[in-house]
T-cell receptor, first 114, second 114 residues
Framework: NAGVMQNPRHLVRRRGQEARLRCSPMKGHSHVYWYRQLPEEGLKFMVYLQKENIIDESGMPKERFSAEFPKEGPSILRIQQVVRGDSAAYFC????????????FGPGTRLTVT | DQQVKQNSPSLSVQEGRISILNCDYTNSMFDYFLWYKKYPAEGPTFLISISSIKDKNEDGRFTVFLNKSAKHLSLHIVPSQPGDSAVYFCAAVISGGGADGLTFGKGTHLIIQP
């Protein structure tokens, strides 16, 4: 499967726990983006990363949320001390960069906070 | 402050006819536009894009039109097929800005009637 991979597909956490969402970009893509979709809403940009660098985190909440894209392994979106309002679908996308603006999305992780 | 607006939450079209989905934007800095299609419980799928140096781009049954002066774009699907039933998102980006996160509209749910 050469597409963007995300896991887990579904994640249930109790309030106060940590959530870790993983994303492996398409082969050959070095740019990773995370988006969040609340019910009945469009996707909201959260963060843009390249290997070992955060390029733009203007859409990330200031507290409890962090993201990384290490030299080896998948990109991780980490949410600490989850609250009910964090329940949403989280999508990862990748692009080859170099002047190409099309982004290719994974299937998403649906986070439910109980 | 919604910079990309899709004012029709839903649209019903008969199979075989033309589907026209509309999108307006307010940020004049946007210069690259994309359309995505999304089925339930899946990630968005890239359909077609257009740069602001063009006013039309065509790919098979899909054509996107851009009217820069009106800050308006539309996606035409002809002929419409049952598999086209999905939510369609319009997205925009400022190319070359270094921050390539897409700004999405809230989507239009297209329903193709047999």
């Amino acid at each position: 499967n050469a597409g963007v991979m995300q896991n887990p597909r579904h994640l249930v956490r109790r309030r106060g726990q940590e959530a870790r969402l993983r994303c492996s970009p398409m082969k050959g893509h070095s740019h990773v983006y995370w988006y969040r979709q609340l019910p009945e809403e469009g996707l909201k940009f959260m963060v843009y990363l390249q290997k070992e660098n955060i390029i733009d985190e203007s859409g990330m909440p200031k507290e409890r949320f962090s993201a990384e894209f290490p030299k080896e392994g998948p990109s991780i979106l980490r949410i600490q001390q989850v609250v009910r309002g964090d329940s949403a679908a989280y999508f990862c996308a990748s692009s080859p960069g170099t002047g190409r603006y099309e982004q290719y999305f994974g299937p998403g992780t649906r986070l439910t906070v109980t | 402050d919604q910079q990309v607006k899709q004012n029709s939450p839903s649209l019903s079209v008969q199979e075989g006819r033309i589907s026209i989905l509309n999108c307006d934007y307010t940020n004049s800095m946007f210069d690259y536009f994309l359309w995505y299609k999304k089925y339930p419980a899946e990630g968005p799928t890239f359909l077609i894009s257009i740069s602001s140096i063009k006013d039309k781009n065509e790919d098979g049954r899909f054509t996107v039109f851009l009217n820069k002066s009106a800050k308006h774009l539309s996606l035409h699907i002809v002929p419409s097929q049952p598999g086209d039933s999905a939510v369609y998102f319009c997205a925009a980006v400022i190319s070359g800005g270094g921050a390539d996160g897409l700004t999405f509209g809230k989507g239009t749910h297209l329903i193709i009637q047999p």
